[in-house]
């Protein structure tokens, strides 16, 4: 009954809007997102029948998905936005496997034409160390035929420009000042992370706020706060978290020799605790980061970047992580004769929205070390030190487009052992547009990208940790015409090696190590075609094909194809 109220109630709206829009053409617009997507995936391998006697041998799924936003200003100052999903999952009709929801309400607005504030749904970011949403693991770099899957992820949960999805209230406003200081802009807010829950855990706020001077053009300050917190009278309990967060930075940007470069350098406290619980440990942490960037050409970009971050520094709003990988993958999350659940792989990072995570994290979430060992939490990841090396976007000849970094990572203390881990990190990406260097009239590109990431430490034979992770990754576009592309995509990946996995308790506190060995290899492989009819508008058909192998349980192959059909369309 519930569920039909709130159809009825949104197909109202719709209506009541479209109906006034015709009135106030001025006063409501739309935009949004439409989607149709089929895939199929398929079970390979030789030796399948003896292998897997259980899993149905193919199966098909999809839906068409449009996502109508709605703008509304009631008066000058007013903005509500709402976001309505219609969905259809194919195999239904007539209101069978049919979904009418509510995906996204706010409203907006400015107070005295001075002060702005938002209320709902609220996109939230702050510095990499207070408030951030890192990318997930293995995505840096990647050819742009994989680029669909990509924005089909990060659209279905709400991964845009590294903000954090969050429900509050925010508010901001600027002050232009005169004599020593140009400008200070004031940034806060209230959410609200997790809602009170009966016999459970208390309600969880996170207030926050930026401060950012402006100096001159040259010379900026800036603070941010994060405190997230839990009300322990919201339930039956005298047990309460808190987590506040401080940090400020300067930037200052200047010439020399006509050469652009940018200083900047960031630096915070943390403290982490539990209020009423006499067994939790307070942890206070600090970290220090600073950069040193210059730009050529208007375009290619050099840098160098210090890091430190110690063992105890916590902030859930930047440590947060994306992929949460004890979750099942939806495409075959059993399989084979002993009915194996499949652990989440390259493959589901890729393609799989169910496998990723939307809310905060009061704890250390697990991590996979083969697909990211160095900076698991991102620049906030404890126990770290380190320096990166980069250029971004060097064109060299005039058709070659090349980033490339390096990092030096170690971490500050040892863990189960005074001797340390050391982590060195290559990323390379490099574009050759061939059409350009050999005159063709169609378009012709090549993509490259290698990420290499070593573990090591030293020490007698249960001490020592060497642990090698490789991906390849290559895509070709091939222009039939402006708008119609053959792509061609593959990525190969390696790891091969040991280390140890830290096991901890509800404080984070590490109590015990498991030992691993891993010799994985990963194989994807796409090819398709694609029609643009516009940047934002396409439509692609490919064929997939997926291989995992685990070198010391060859049992356990997983081998699969997938067609797969998606239009999409941005409003």
Known sequence: MKNKFLSFLIVFQIFFLINLSGQIKSKVWYDGNARVMYDRDMLLGSDLDKRDTISSRNNGKGFTKIDLGIHFTPIKDIEIFSEIRLQNDFGGMWGNRNLVSLRSLSVKGVINDRVKFSVGDIMLKQSKFTLYNYHQDLSKNEPSVFNFYNEYVNYENYYFENYWRLQGIQTNFSYNMYNYIEQIDIDAFTTRVRGAQWLGKPELLMTGATTFIRINEKLKFGSNYINTFEIASSSNTDIAYYNPVLSSKIIFTEKINNLPFKFFVEGGLSKRG??????????????????????????????????YVDSDFRSIGAQTRRIQYLSNPISYPYYNNNYVQRKVTLLDILTDPSIYNQKLATS????????????????????????????????????ILSSSSLNFYSEVRGQGTTQKRQFFVLNSFHKVMINEMLNFSFPLILELSVNNENVKRDGDNIEEIKLNNLLYSSGITVGINNNLHLIFGAKFFSSKGNEYLADRNIYDEIIDYDAVNYNNNETILTTGLQYSFSKDIYITTQYNYFNVLDNNNLEDEFSMGRFIFMFNMNL
Request: overall charge positive.
């Open 274 to 307: 539990w209020n009423g619980d006499n067994n939790a440990p307070e942890l206070n942490g600090k970290f220090i980061t600073s950069s040193l960037k210059f730009t050529k050409n208007q375009i290619s970009k050099y840098f160098i970047s210090l890091n």
């Open 364 to 399: 250390l979430m697990n991590y996979n070390p083969i697909y990211n060992s160095t900076l698991p939490y991102g620049d906030a990841t404890p126990n770290r030190v380190g320096i990166k090396l980069g250029i971004e976007d060097a064109t060299v000849l005039n058709y």
